[in-house]
């Protein structure tokens, strides 16, 4: 049997170039697929905008566009071009499809109308905009960009004064960096100081203002630091109110889960308030209802553990009483949206081996599977209409449409159809044994491209991480199984105790014995 360490340098062994003819999938056809994500409904419901990459393999680089095609189905087409290097694509109330792309250095935001033609910058400020979301009526911006604190109040203004601080940190020729406190890293980037914050601006003629504090005095990121988003801060329906999740730093932010629900007047005429700060474990993403009566968000229940369950709960938010949605729902769930007549939320999850959609009736409770076999990368729900972006272990991630209740489903794009025609896949099956304590484990099997029956294979054993994580049914660009098979593996994974989609105690098993995760793949 060869080591595994000879399967990793078989299966990450790309060909210079492409197989033009049938062949069997490797790592360079993966690295040369086109990714498609993050889909947006226009106001009307009528058409999506999404992000697309494409690979310059020469140029070791990926380039981003933003494109557009009808909800209803039709010819997809190129927004901004490759070179733009565009992404975030987002809708303003009076149609146009804002995104972000770099300019001079810094990530800026730009407008395009859905019509095409070219993109118009819509800011030049000096340091980059992480993420935006519009007010509903499209008059005013949230926008998080990073910033000293400590120029808050600083009388050239907290852009100014941070834009200040930096320069001078660059002409500095000494490199050496003192680090007082945690963290010093998020993921692949080094701390310098900044905190995310929020700011509001006004909007007009296609042009954005001059950004306000909003999120003054929180010492945290809005969104978190590293992958949070826009959907951890909100607009409420009227406008006049900015709803956002923050974990205050202080002393414990390294090990502390304890994220709280802020609330904030849009003209920052007060202080953030804080929601939910008597739950001491993770409370986020809040989603405003389109009454204006409810707010509804994701909670955990134990402080300190990240792999607890995200229940559904809602705040009424005159009486500010509280109450969990879905406690009998035994999944944790992922950020909302809400159908237009306010009876169910949606949410994307872990599910027996898939990440699926489920629609969550506010009255009941119930959860209703709307997609499964597969994965659900991302989502919008509108009036109508409902597109997700879906993946699976042979497909990658296309949109597809379907009416809001789920039912009809049909394919938008076909991103990489010509690339598929002459690639060959393994075949992939599921199975499910015994495992410790007599509970049911869940794995799957690729087998290599052109599996005899009649013959051994070498086979690749594929461990996931987390521990609390799960090996699902997916295309994944990192731990793709269908390059190993491509190579002639036979890959083996196994969702052990700890793994999500399979129940909250399932997932707490590992907890403080890591033999029991390793004794459900023997």
Aim: hydrophobic fraction near 40%; charge should be neutral; include cysteine.
């Amino acid at each position: 049997m060869k080591s595994f360490a000879a399967m990793l340098a078989l299966a990450s062994a790309a060909p210079v170039f492409a197989a033009s003819g049938p062949h069997p999938f490797d790592v360079h056809d993966l690295v040369m697929m086109d990714r498609v994500s993050d889909p947006a409904l226009s106001p009307d419901g009528k058409v999506v905008a999404f992000s697309l990459r494409e690979t310059d393999y020469d140029a070791n680089k990926g380039l981003n566009s933003i494109w557009i095609v009808p909800a209803g189905g039709g010819k997809t087409v190129r927004l901004t071009d490759k070179a733009l290097n565009a992404t975030s694509a987002r809708w303003s109330a009076d149609g146009s499809v804002w995104f972000i792309a770099p300019k001079d250095g810094t990530a800026q935001l730009w407008r395009v109308g859905a019509s095409g033609g070219a993109a118009q910058q819509a800011t030049t400020l000096a340091m980059d905009v992480n993420n935006f979301r519009f007010s509903p009526d499209g008059k005013r911006i949230l926008l998080s960009i990073d910033v000293f604190n400590e120029c808050a109040d600083d009388s050239a203004g907290i852009l100014a004064c941070t834009k200040k601080k930096l320069d001078a940190r660059k002409a500095n020729k000494a490199t050496g960096v003192v680090y007082d406190k945690l963290f010093i890293r998020h993921w692949d980037a080094w701390s310098d100081g900044r905190r995310s914050q929020l700011f509001i601006a006004d909007v007009a003629d296609g042009k954005v203002g001059l950004p306000k504090l909003l999120t003054r005095g929180v010492d945290g990121d809005v969104p978190s630091k590293p992958f949070g988003d826009d959907t951890e801060y909100a607009f409420s329906p009227d406008g006049a109110t900015v709803y956002f999740d923050a974990r205050i730093a202080g002393k414990t932010e390294p090990w502390s889960t304890n994220f709280d629900i802020f609330s904030v007047p849009a003209d920052g005429s007060a202080a953030p308030k804080n929601l939910t700060a008597d739950n001491p474990a993770w409370d986020g993403y809040p989603l405003p209802s389109a009454n204006g009566k409810t707010l509804y968000y994701l909670a955990m229940k134990r402080a300190g553990f990240e792999a607890d369950r995200f229940g559904i709960w809602a705040i009424d938010l005159a009486s500010g009483a509280r109450r969990e949605i879905d406690p009998q729902w035994d999944r944790s769930a992922s950020n909302l949206q809400e159908s237009a007549d306010g009876k169910t939320l949606f949410t994307a999850t872990d599910d027996n081996g898939d990440h699926a959609l489920f629609g969550i009736d506010v009255a009941s409770g119930k959860a209703n599977r709307l997609v499964g076999d597969g994965t659900v990368a991302g989502f919008d729900v509108g009036r109508k209409t409902m597109i997700v972006a879906r993946h699976d272990l042979k497909h990658p991630t296309d949109l597809y449409a379907a009416g809001a209740n789920g039912r009809g489903w049909k394919q938008l794009t076909h991103f990489n159809a010509e690339r598929l025609r002459n690639i060959r896949f393994g075949d992939y099956e599921w199975f499910t044994f015994k495992g410790e304590g007599g509970d049911t484990v869940q794995g799957y099997v690729v087998k290599p491209v052109g599996f005899k029956s009649n013959k051994k294979y070498p086979v690749a054993f594929i461990i996931h991480g987390g521990p609390q994580g799960a090996m699902t049914n997916e295309f994944h660009y990192r731990w793709n199984p269908e390059t190993y098979a491509g190579a002639g593996f036979a890959v083996v994974t196994i969702n052990f105790h700890g793994s999500t989609g399979y129940g909250q105690k399932f997932t707490d098993a590992i907890s403080g014995d890591w033999e029991i995760g390793t004794a459900s793949c023997r």
